[in-house]
């Protein structure tokens, strides 16, 4: 009787074997950091064109309404509904203005209206 699977030299079985455990020893967090480092390299560049503009202008108008939104959660109940309508008339205003940037080519962005700068990173603080 025949083998079914033809032998497979030394050789290839070790260059078999080899490539496996490359496969598995690639490290995932290696490729994110490298495409990590390549968003930062992009964020670096100003935004030239009108498209450039608009995505940049939408996902700003997200951010800022995320974070406007938890604020509001951390608000009393009478206060809240007050807080989370504001942050949205204000992503509406935004997405208004990011539609500008593409309908006017020579729109540019304005300088940020109303306080300080808010990270987008929750604390929270746990107690023993």
Known sequence: MRPLIPPISPTSFVAAIALVVGVFSASPSTAYAQGDEASLQRGAVADMTPQQRYNTAIR?????????????R???AAERRPCEAQARARYQADMAAAKEFLRNPNARPVNVTGGPIRGTESTYVVKP
């Not at 700003?60 to 509001?72: D, N």
């Open 74 to 76: 951390t608000l009393a």
């Open 60 to 72: 700003e108008a997200g951010g800022g309404m995320k974070v406007a939104l938890e604020e509001c």
